[in-house]
């Protein structure tokens, strides 16, 4: 049965034991071989180093009884360095590079056998004892996390698709509530972004990781009530704007439908009757009531439609039947289809 430490080891002890343990162990970076069906491209390597440890610690708030999972763990340098600090039940870390999980697997061997002295002259025995660790090779994109509190993820050369299908597995597990990542998360409901904390890495001198709260997962009822509150939102706003009608500016739609790329009729009566087909020619216009006499017959105006005065109707209409006739008349010229005629006024 694990035991339950309280105390904290401290820091520079810690890393003592972390380098001499990993001593005479081989090192993470250079070619690698995934396992199983895992992406080759994901085997990009890079670690935090001591003094970065310190920092990304202090972010995962860990608790006596949490356990604590290092996605993309390498050679397991951080992942030993969590049991160490005593602070935790458990410390897992999860790698598909096979030769750097064969180096961790190494340096957990030869932390059991320090931890199994009970300390030496070299390296006295830690203050507060040892979380249990262990190291296993596997996909994280297969797993259930069950018992996963705070779960730290090397994604900063990791492909979208592997860190959203992690994150879905992650998401499932009812006790997670811390997640630490190198680069920034998608946006995603339950993730809160608390904090950004530098931490130097062997990539870069200092690199900011991005530290997340876990949200509780919404039930049914929850999801009700928000959707309900969006729509009661929605409809105070349409209240206090008012409906959006349309403005007395705009000219109402003819209720006319036209073939689309044909001249209205009003365009072409002013351009056969207006100024550009005469000088002296006038615009069509209502004419009213009083401008005209009333016939002798018993119908007064308002019995009858009102009519359009046609002002050179005539003469631009003969104009037109011209023009037709002058081209179908033409000797030995070549054949021109013939201008359509159009009746003004009709």
């Not at 006295?124 to 996390?145: E, G, N, S, W």
């Amino acid at each position: 049965m694990a035991s339950t430490p309280c105390a904290v080891n401290d820091h520079r002890a810690v890393v003592d034991y972390l380098e001499h343990i990993y001593k005479n162990v081989g090192s993470g970076f250079g070619n690698d071989h995934p396992s199983g069906n895992c992406d080759s491209s994901n085997l990009q390597y890079g670690e935090v180093t001591y003094d970065g440890m310190g920092s990304v610690y202090d972010s995962f708030g860990l608790k006596p009884t949490d356990t604590f999972y290092d996605l993309g763990s390498g050679t397991a340098k951080l992942v030993l360095y969590v049991a160490l600090r005593g602070k935790g039940t458990r410390s897992i870390g999860l790698e598909f590079g096979e030769r750097r999980h064969a180096l961790a697997e190494t340096a957990c061997k030869n932390l059991t056998a320090m931890l199994e002295k009970g300390g030496t002259t070299a390296f006295p025995a830690l203050d507060a004892p040892c979380a249990d660790f262990q190291v296993q090779l596997a996909d994280i994109t297969k797993q259930r996390y069950a018992d996963a509190n705070v779960v730290m993820m090397s994604n900063v050369c990791m492909d979208m698709n592997t860190q959203l299908r992690a994150l879905d597995c992650l998401l499932k597990s009812p006790s997670m509530k811390r997640l630490v990542c190198i680069t920034a998360m998608p946006p995603n409901a339950r993730l809160k972004l608390v904090k950004t904390v530098r931490v130097a890495c062997t990539w870069a001198k200092i690199s900011s990781w991005h530290v997340y709260d876990v949200l509780p997962p919404t039930t049914s009822e929850d999801r009700r009530l928000e959707r309900a509150k969006v729509a009661l939102e929605r409809r105070q706003r349409t209240t206090s704007q008012g409906v959006v009608g349309r403005s007395s500016s705009m000219p109402a739609r003819s209720s006319t439908p036209t073939r689309s790329g044909s001249i209205p009729k009003t365009a072409v009566l002013e351009l056969l009757v207006g100024g550009k087909a005469g000088g002296d020619s006038q615009r069509v216009s209502p004419v009213s009531n009083s401008d005209k006499a009333e016939p002798s017959s018993g119908t007064t105006s308002a019995d009858r439609p009102p009519r359009m005065r046609r002002s050179n109707s005539n003469r631009s209409a003969s104009l037109v039947s011209n023009v037709c006739a002058d081209r179908k008349s033409s000797k030995g010229a070549r054949r021109v289809a013939p201008l359509p005629c159009i009746l003004v006024g009709a």
